[in-house]
């Protein structure tokens, strides 16, 4: 039937095996939406098994609470668990058996452009094919940079992922320059696979959701410093007067403040624009042995 050619075609066009490398925060949500899909394998990498161990562990709790919930049933739980295997990014061997077999790749190392490169240096140098994808999970390095030290840059696209990433439901989409029109389709086809909302952003800093972000919780930072109100008003102005779920102080901690601030330097740095220059109460935040913003501005810190 021609949905079953539709069906058939759709199938044909995923990727079937899927590596997240890096196990963090983002790189274990991504896992767990992707290996959400039924025909979707999906390898989850890391360098570190402390990192590997808290990922394995997130994953189970996470799919006992959906099942609890009732959303997905006991197959689909265990169908979910045997799509969903973890390996070390230092076993050389392991990356030789398991990355010529992957068909898209996302990254989601930390925030720097060297531990981003040497990442994707290991996987060419394990085999990673010409065609497989690469995307990378960066909230605030060019792709186009990133792309510059691979093989075949066209392969090479952004994927911002919001956090935390069962939840929030888009998927911030970057080309970067040399990025092709296949790539770009493969990964949104990707993004329908794990259920996400798309938004396209050229490779500008910050995209489009940090360009706007950053610059709203930096002054909300700045209003804390000037005065105009506590902590809790500011947060509460925002979030019961514009309907968000975190006033901007919240979500800044829930963020993390040394991400906001990196961030905010990106746009300082590259824009070139001093309405993008972060707030000083945030870069004293961030300096070693202060604490978080909210119990900041509630409790003074002596030390
Ligand atoms: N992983 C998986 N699920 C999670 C989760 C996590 N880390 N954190 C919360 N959840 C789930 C909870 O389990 C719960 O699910 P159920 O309803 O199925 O039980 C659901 O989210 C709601 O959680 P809570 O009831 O505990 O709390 P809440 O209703 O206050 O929601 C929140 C929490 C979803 C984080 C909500 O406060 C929110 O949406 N906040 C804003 C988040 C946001 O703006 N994120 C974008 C940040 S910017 C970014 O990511 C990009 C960047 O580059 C900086």
Redesign the pocket.
């Known amino acids: 039937t021609p949905r079953a050619r539709a069906c058939a075609s759709a199938a044909a066009a995923l990727p079937a095996r899927v590596g997240v490398v890096g196990c963090g925060?983002m790189g274990t949500?991504i896992a767990i939406v992707a290996a959400r899909h039924p025909r979707l394998e999906v390898v989850a990498l890391d360098a570190f098994p402390a990192s590997l161990e808290r990922s394995k562990a997130f994953v189970a709790e996470?799919a006992a609470?959906e099942a609890k919930?009732g959303r997905m049933s006991e197959t689909e739980v265990a169908d979910f668990l045997e799509l969903l295997s973890f390996g070390s990014l230092k076993d050389e061997a392991f990356l030789r058996a398991v990355v010529p077999g992957l068909d898209f790749v996302i990254e989601a190392v930390s925030e720097d452009l060297e531990v981003k490169q040497s990442c994707y240096g290991a996987l060419e140098a394990a085999g990673l094919r010409e065609q497989s994808i690469l995307a990378s999970n960066t909230?605030s390095i060019s792709i186009t940079k990133l792309a510059s030290q691979v093989s075949r840059p066209e392969r090479v696209i952004g994927m911002?992922f919001?956090?935390?990433?069962?939840?929030?439901p888009l998927v911030e989409v970057i080309r970067g320059l040399r990025t092709d029109e296949a790539t770009l389709q493969s990964t949104l086809r990707l993004c329908r696979a794990m259920k996400k909302e798309h938004s396209t952003s050229e490779d500008r800093p910050g995209f489009i959701?940090?360009r706007v972000?950053m610059p709203y919780i930096n002054e909300a930072v700045f209003a804390l410093q000037d005065g105009v109100g506590t902590a809790e008003d500011i947060d509460k102005t925002l979030k019961l007067g514009t309907n968000v779920?975190?006033g901007p102080l919240t979500?800044a901690d829930?963020?993390g403040l040394d991400?906001c601030l990196s961030?905010m330097r990106v746009l300082h740095r590259d824009l070139g624009d001093s309405k993008y220059r972060p707030a000083p109460l945030l870069v004293n935040y961030v300096a070693p042995g202060t604490r978080w913003a909210l119990e900041m501005a509630q409790e003074p810190v002596t030390a």
């Open positions: 925060q949500g996470w609470k919930k909230s911002h919001m956090n935390p990433v069962p939840v929030m959701a940090n972000l779920p975190m979500l829930f963020i991400t961030i």
